[in-house]
């Protein structure tokens, strides 16, 4: 009953279908370069190339915009409106952008204050492995700031920060151990 109707493939449709398996690849064309242009100090272009990126939802460029705003590269420094695009690309996962909500969080900077909610999005971006989150979490569990205090919580989470590299963690876990901190 039911025959396959090749004659339906139209010429458009098939441009369309291509169109849409070829958006990804575009897509990241034009975030690496605007991301080559901020790495360049061009934030014009950066800007140009991430603003509809991120209109879009791509994280990546949700977050570079949140950064562009933090820093004043190429706009106006307004950290409202980089928590704004923190908020964004941390809801879809980005780790950076949840490290970066999580510091906004904390200390109120762009948004109001709300340590709990720094807390949620400091393990979200210390679950996917974000060494400087898994420091900020060991703090916070270490003054129960956002949580309850927890010293075992905090040095598993200053001992996963130091095991990916962060510096301040290894202080951190010297300091609880009571032995001077590791040299530099």
């Not at 034009?30 to 879009?56: H, I, K, M, P």
């Amino acid at each position: 009953m039911h025959q396959l109707r090749l004659h339906l493939l139209t010429p458009s449709l098939i441009a369309l279908a291509l169109m849409v398996l070829a958006a990804p690849a575009a897509i990241a064309e034009d975030y690496e370069r605007g991301l080559s242009a901020y790495n360049r100090a061009d934030y014009e272009t950066a800007l140009l190339e991430w603003d509809v990126l991120a209109q879009f939802g791509d994280p990546k460029a949700q977050f570079g915009l949140g950064v562009m705003h933090t820093f004043g590269q190429g706009v106006p420094k307004d950290d409202t409106r980089a928590m704004d695009w923190y908020r964004r690309a941390a809801e879809r996962g980005h780790a950076g952008a949840q490290l970066f909500l999580g510091h906004g969080l904390e200390s109120g900077n762009g948004a109001e204050q709300n340590l709990e909610a720094a807390f949620f999005w400091f393990l979200r971006a210390a679950e996917q492995g974000e060494a400087r989150a898994q420091n900020n979490l060991g703090r916070l569990y270490e003054t129960g700031r956002g949580t309850n205090r927890d010293l075992d919580i905090a040095l598993y989470w200053y001992e996963e920060s130091a095991r990916n590299g962060n510096t301040n963690a290894r202080k951190n876990l010297a300091r609880l151990h009571g032995k001077p901190p590791p040299a530099q």
